[in-house]
């Protein structure tokens, strides 16, 4: 059986809508990811899913 990649999640920085791919950490064998501290472009430290980003933007316009 042929290993499937698995994609990391992403998050939408809600300063300028770039998208980042979630930083992995590793613990007991298990792992998750986390949105960056800060955001490269525009130094917000603000992300939203991107699974929950339609939603998110939706409610705040």
Known sequence: MAHQPEEPDRYVCEG????????????DGDHSFEPPTECAACGSTSFVEFADWTHHSARES
């Open 16 to 27: 300028c809508q770039a998208i980042y791919a979630g930083t992995a950490h590793s613990q």
